[in-house]
């Protein structure tokens, strides 16, 4: 994830669970069934792809202005949530609302 900070990574961590589920769970299984961590490239390379298409797909949305104003209360607040769950409640409708989720 070159392209996307860790504060921006914070913030997208709720969109990505929902929009990477999948990819998630397959390098998950991978990890708890093998101790060699090169047993699971492929499907960290399945996720973090994942992650990068459904954050530049989220900047590319009516979305990214929302994003950006939650992102800014995270990393203000350091990444006390609760503060910004109003932000973080509006930029989920607006994701699912513009089928970015």
């Known amino acids: 994830m ?7 990574l914070w913030a997208f961590v709720k969109i ?13 299984k991978c990890k708890n069934e093998s101790a ?6 492929s499907q960290g390379s399945t996720v973090t792809n994942c992650y990068d298409k459904k954050y530049e797909e989220l900047m ?6 929302a994003f950006t104003v939650y992102e800014k209360c995270v990393t203000d607040k350091r990444g006390i949530y609760r503060e910004c769950r109003d932000l973080q409640d509006k930029l989920m409708d607006c994701a699912k609302e513009n089928k970015v989720l």
Not at 2 to 8: M, V
Not at 36 to 41: F, G, Q, R, T, V
């Open 36 to 41: 060699d961590p090169s047993a699971c490239l």
């Open 2 to 8: 070159s392209s996307i900070s860790s504060d921006s």
């Open 60 to 65: 590319a949305s009516p979305c990214a202005s």
């Open 16 to 28: 990505s669970r929902v929009t990477c589920a999948s990819e998630n769970l397959s390098f998950l």
